[in-house]
């Protein structure tokens, strides 16, 4: 039970990884002149190359195992309506939107903007009642200190450079491109970051119903990224008309793709979709800080990225979020498992009678 309870923090953790691999070669992608929409769009293709077919072999798996179909497992023309609009809002949309602000911004600023996914989720599952806040509780301070941690993090990351600090590689892999932009580039990038992320944390919530209706969480997750695949497509065509834009060779471009595509769509969607479905979509999100310390110390290394005394501020603050909202969960469930035990001492004939009860336990565990 103990190893159980374990599996959604190794997740997590897993999931943060994915995401800091992900800013670093995308970003050298992207400083390499590989366009941002072709580049979504093979992304979400090879996704779907790989998730696809091990959807299919899983479903034939199941039906060979059970001689019925359960009705959750049916596709219906309304669970594919889901499946595309699913797909719009948490892939088309939001990672053309984030990769487009990337290219303004730099890897640092990225994973720091997504940080204010732990804010709007919890609010978007407050207001959907997925969430509760109790004013006068210890946890619920520690949520409303936490939210504010991480809101304060990311303010500070976007919006305060401060002194800098030398990379950490003099001649990194993928050499960074410094780009010359203004103060309102720099600002219209980082808040184009905080709205993709925005619709990043609906898509969250939303895969929680999704999952109840339809619990096979590989074929949806296979299911969403055709979709994506196919509305990308039609948007790289309508805005990348130079299709010598469309051609990959052996480079950054191509890992970048391919690592994207297998661990940074894929695997991640299934993860993010596995630990919603187990812990809750805040939970989730709430781990977002530790991509930031990765990636500041990654694309220092690996990108030669030069890093502020305000990324490093801003990540104090927004670890210090993650810590106090997951303090004020575990605190709720230890306080619902301790307004559980008195039901289970009634029916009890009297205080000797539980006593001695308690003894023979003990004396049976120790034999």
Not at 123 to 133: F, Q, S
Not at 209 to 238: D, I, R
Not at 319 to 330: D, E, I, M, R
Request: with cysteine; hydrophobic share 50%; proline share 4%.
């Amino acid at each position: 039970m103990a190893g159980g309870s374990k599996k959604p923090y190794v997740v997590a953790v897993a999931i943060q990884t994915i995401n800091m691999g992900t800013f670093i070669v995308s970003k050298a992608a992207f400083d390499s002149g590989m366009n941002t929409y072709v580049f979504i769009f093979y992304r979400l293709a090879a996704a779907t190359a790989l998730l696809l077919p091990m959807a299919l072999i899983d479903c034939a798996c199941r039906r060979s195992r059970s001689t019925t179909s359960t009705p959750a497992q049916a596709m219906s023309c309304r669970l594919l309506f889901k499946f595309f609009i699913y797909a719009l809002l948490g892939n088309t949309f939001t990672l053309n939107l984030y990769h487009a602000s990337l290219k303004q911004t730099s890897a640092t600023v990225a994973s720091a903007a997504t940080n204010s996914m732990p804010v709007v989720t919890f609010l978007l599952a407050l207001v959907l009642g997925m969430e509760t806040i109790k004013f006068h509780r210890r946890s619920g301070l520690g949520k409303l200190a936490g939210v504010a941690l991480c809101l304060a993090g990311v303010l500070v990351v976007a919006f305060y450079a401060g002194p800098s600090i030398r990379p950490l590689a003099h001649h990194p892999v993928f050499p960074h491109m410094t780009q010359n932009v203004g103060n309102e580039v720099w600002i219209r990038g980082t808040f184009l970051l905080i709205l993709s992320c925005t619709t990043w944390s609906l898509w969250i919530i939303l895969q929680v119903p999704l999952l109840m209706e339809y619990p096979n969480k590989l074929m949806a997750t296979a299911m969403q990224c055709m979709f994506s695949a196919l509305q990308s497509f039609v948007v790289a065509v309508v805005v990348e008309k130079d299709f010598t834009q469309w051609k990959l060779g052996l480079d950054i471009g191509f890992l970048a793709v391919l690592y994207s595509a297998f661990l940074g769509t894929g695997a991640l969607m299934y993860l993010q979709a596995w630990c919603a479905e187990m812990s809750g979509p805040v939970f989730v999100v709430m781990w977002n800080p530790l991509a930031l310390v990765f990636t500041m110390f990654c694309s220092s290394l690996f990108l030669g990225e030069v890093v502020h005394l305000g990324s490093i501020l801003g990540g104090f603050l927004l670890v210090g979020g993650l810590y106090s909202v997951l303090w004020a969960k575990s605190n709720e469930k230890k306080n619902k498992t301790l307004q559980v035990m008195p039901v289970k001492s009634q029916g009890q004939e009297d205080e000797a009678t539980t006593q001695e009860n308690c003894e023979e336990a003990k004396l049976t565990s120790q034999v």
